[in-house]
């Protein structure tokens, strides 16, 4: 190789070498750009990719695609590769402010501008009289530099959404020329829990295949859990009807069984949660640990099908690998976060809701709450599992608070109450 090739090469080299950062393959600069026009009440949304190979397309179900107008926009699919995720940037971002910055994560189903910019709607308001904003606008208006992810899959793996938080954590840090001591705080909702606490809890090292994942980089000061599945879910498992609605109004959404009874037929449903790749990653077998199948588990044939759901087997409904199959083929996730517990050097706070119907369905006169009611619950997680702090603290990390408020799943990210505790939490201000 002549010496002029060879200098060409090694600075090619450098330049890649400069261009990546942690232990996947981010580039610390954006693929896309959405400007302040079609991003708002977002300042900018920058598409951001990790080129890791353990990075993989995650299949979407049709009622689970990126069907935001400016998310597809941004991604610019509706189907984007898991390399792929946004950073969303709050206007005021960049301000000079003393105030620690703060990164907000979504949670199954949802993104940041529904979870945060928008609550009341999936689809874009005009953003100019947003009438119900969320807790981006509040936090902006309190002085807070705020940022938003939304990952490429709304039910995708737990793991690979970690790896992405902390490239987001990486790029907030560049944008903001924080230097070696630089921390974010972290407001996370529901699902968007699993993606910090794997992060947090560095357990990664424990999966050989995702060995390759970025370790915790110490580059969190505080997270705040809302509404988050500390000790996992069980409900594809816990309730029969629960498949036969989700099939009945082609909800997007996991189910239990691997073959089911449906208006006549069977439908093969195998291969159907690797549409969720992320959902059996939370899930945890609570009738062990202590609730109880109640009315809504009930199946007319003795309960036959009740158990075979939940414990495995098949009946003249359906055909069952069981929880705790589905718990051990996914690696006892919930388990292993639970033992290893996050980081003590960071400072977290729990709210959760007790509202139990998070709907109501109207026959003739009367309506029908519908929610979790097989125990204490925010209509969508049972309470014992919201508030499980030992799963935290396992390592000597500190549970500053815990706070509850009566209203369900998603009033946790939208109600004045839960808001002015999350601000409290960031900023120490004691509001209990």
Same mark, same amino acid.
């Given at each position: 190789?002549?010496?002029?090739?060879?200098?060409?090469?090694?600075?090619? $080299?450098?330049?890649?070498?400069?261009?990546f950062?942690?232990?996947?393959?981010? %580039?610390?600069k954006?693929?896309?750009?959405?400007?302040?026009?079609?991003?708002?009440?977002?300042?900018?949304?920058?598409? *951001?990719?990790?080129?890791?190979?353990?990075?993989?397309?995650?299949?979407?179900?049709?009622?689970?695609?990126?069907?935001?107008?400016? *998310?597809?926009?941004?991604?610019?699919?509706?189907?984007p590769?898991?390399?792929?995720?946004?950073?969303h940037?709050?206007?005021?971002?960049?301000?000079?402010?003393?105030?620690?910055?703060?990164?907000?994560?979504?949670?199954?189903?949802?993104?940041?501008?529904h979870?945060?910019?928008?609550?009341?709607?999936?689809?874009?308001?005009?953003?100019?009289? =947003?009438?119900?904003?969320?807790?981006?606008?509040? #936090?902006?208006?309190?002085?807070?530099?705020?940022?938003?992810?939304?990952?490429?899959?709304?039910?995708?793996?737990?793991?690979?959404?970690?790896?992405?938080?902390?490239?987001?954590?990486?790029? $907030?840090?560049?944008?903001?020329?924080?230097?070696?001591?630089?921390?974010?705080? $972290?407001?996370?909702?529901?699902?968007?829990?699993?993606?910090?606490?794997?992060?947090?809890?560095?357990?990664?090292?424990?999966?050989?295949?995702?060995?390759?994942?970025?370790?915790?980089?110490?580059?969190?000061?505080?997270?705040? +859990?809302?509404?988050?599945?500390?000790?996992?879910l069980?409900?594809?498992?816990? @309730? @029969?009807?629960?498949? *036969?609605?989700?099939?009945?109004?082609d %909800?997007?959404?996991?189910?239990?069984?691997?073959?089911?009874?449906?208006?006549?037929?069977?439908?093969?449903?195998?291969?159907?949660?690797?549409? +969720?790749?992320?959902?059996?990653?939370?899930?945890?077998?609570?009738?062990?640990?202590?609730?109880?199948?109640?009315?809504?588990?009930?199946?007319?044939?003795?309960?036959l099908?009740?158990?075979?759901?939940?414990?495995?087997?098949?009946?003249?409904l359906?055909?069952?690998?069981?929880?705790?199959?589905? =718990?051990?083929?996914?690696?006892?996730?919930?388990?292993?976060?639970?033992?290893?517990? &996050?980081?003590?050097?960071?400072?977290?706070?729990?709210?959760?809701?007790?509202?139990?119907? %998070?709907?109501?369905?109207q026959?003739?006169?009367?309506?029908?709450?519908?929610?979790?009611?097989a125990?204490?619950?925010?209509?969508?997680? +049972?309470?014992?599992?919201? $508030? @499980?702090?030992?799963? *935290?603290?396992?390592?000597?990390?500190?549970?500053?608070?815990?706070?509850?408020?009566?209203?369900?799943?998603?009033?946790?990210?939208?109600?004045?109450?839960?808001?002015?505790? &999350?601000?409290?939490? #960031?900023?120490?201000?004691?509001?209990?």
């Open positions: 190789m002549k010496k002029s090739a060879v200098v060409v090469f090694a600075i090619a $080299i450098v330049l890649m070498a400069t261009s950062s942690f232990a996947g393959g981010f %580039i610390d954006p693929v896309n750009v959405i400007g302040p026009e079609e991003a708002a009440p977002w300042a900018k949304i920058e598409c *951001l990719s990790d080129a890791a190979p353990g990075f993989v397309f995650e299949e979407f179900h049709p009622q689970c695609k990126q069907t935001h107008t400016v *998310l597809k926009s941004a991604f610019m699919s509706e189907e590769h898991s390399k792929y995720f946004l950073l940037y709050a206007p005021g971002w960049d301000k000079k402010t003393d105030k620690t910055p703060v990164l907000l994560v979504h949670g199954a189903g949802s993104h940041a501008f979870s945060w910019a928008h609550p009341y709607f999936m689809q874009a308001p005009d953003p100019k009289n =947003i009438e119900k904003p969320g807790l981006m606008q509040f #936090l902006v208006e309190k002085g807070y530099p705020v940022f938003a992810i939304t990952f490429s899959h709304p039910h995708g793996d737990n793991f690979l959404q970690a790896q992405q938080l902390a490239n987001a954590i990486g790029r $907030i840090k560049t944008v903001l020329n924080g230097g070696a001591d630089f921390k974010v705080d $972290i407001v996370c909702h529901s699902k968007g829990a699993m993606a910090t606490r794997i992060y947090l809890s560095d357990i990664s090292d424990q999966y050989e295949k995702y060995k390759w994942i970025t370790p915790f980089k110490n580059d969190v000061r505080k997270v705040v +859990f809302v509404a988050s599945p500390l000790r996992g069980d409900t594809s498992y816990r @309730y @029969y009807a629960y498949s *036969l609605t989700v099939m009945l109004k %909800i997007g959404a996991p189910m239990a069984p691997k073959s089911l009874v449906y208006m006549g037929g069977i439908i093969d449903l195998k291969d159907y949660n690797k549409k +969720f790749p992320g959902q059996d990653q939370m899930l945890n077998n609570w009738v062990r640990d202590g609730i109880d199948f109640n009315r809504q588990s009930y199946t007319a044939d003795m309960n099908t009740m158990h075979a759901l939940y414990n495995g087997g098949d009946t003249t359906l055909c069952s690998e069981g929880i705790d199959s589905a =718990i051990k083929k996914s690696g006892n996730v919930i388990e292993t976060l639970c033992r290893k517990g &996050i980081d003590p050097s960071v400072t977290a706070f729990i709210l959760a809701g007790t509202k139990q119907d %998070i709907d109501n369905i026959i003739g006169p009367w309506k029908i709450p519908v929610g979790e009611m125990d204490h619950s925010d209509g969508v997680l +049972f309470l014992k599992s919201a $508030i @499980y702090k030992r799963g *935290l603290t396992a390592r000597g990390a500190k549970v500053e608070a815990v706070k509850t408020v009566k209203t369900h799943h998603v009033g946790l990210i939208v109600l004045p109450e839960a808001l002015n505790f &999350i601000e409290g939490a #960031l900023s120490g201000r004691d509001n209990n």
